[in-house]
């Protein structure tokens, strides 16, 4: 359990736990199990909506995710991770999912790729072993189901325009389609409650697949 009363703690094992295993383990498997740490930090998620509860528990994932980082774990899982089904997505696929924006400028400075990884041009396993770690996270974003009732849809809906700001601001690339050929545009228009998404998207730059003589990427 990860909460603030044992953020502490769990820095504190970090920072003793890693040059331990560094003395008894092959750094290849000590990298695997930064992964997994690392993996299942970004996947909390508060299940409360008030908004200053969902603030402090966004602090806490992204402060043990920072430890975990400063101690040697990857911000992308390898493609050995990926085979081992240690990673069945990426720790900024994670962050965005759960809408947590320090977490997510937090890998994006610790080298995470913004856009995703480029789709391979190599064997279809590479790509099949994890494929979120293609898929572009604007269209995670867009992705996202927000709660259909007040007041969690106001809580969740700032924290996906906050989270979109701050994607565009890191360099995401606003027409980088998905391995089906979408952009965030396009399924931002056909997700409930995404309304509120498309005129920032268009003042971005934003286009439908197809659309206009602009280049997708």
Known sequence: KLDPTNLAAFCAFVRGAVPALSHRLPPAKV????TCFLAAVCLRSARAYDASEREAFDGVVTAAAEAL???GAPPEPSLEAAQASICTTTPLASAVATMNAP???????HGAFIDGRDRPDGPVEEESAC?????????????????????????????????????????????????????????????????HLIPLLLRAGARFPGDGPERMD
């Open 103 to 109: 977490l997510t400028s937090l890998l994006a400075r």
């Open 31 to 34: 990298e695997l199990l930064l």
């Open 131 to 195: 494929p979120m770690r293609f898929k572009p996270p604007l269209c995670v974003l867009m992705e996202c189901t927000l709660p259909p009732k007040l007041p969690a849809l106001k809580v969740q809906g700032q924290r996906q325009l906050v989270l979109l700001f701050t994607l565009l601001r890191l360099g995401a690339r606003v027409n980088k389609r998905d391995a089906s050929g979408h952009t965030p545009l396009s399924i931002a228009s056909v997700k409930r409650n995404h309304i």
């Open 69 to 71: 980082l400063d101690a």
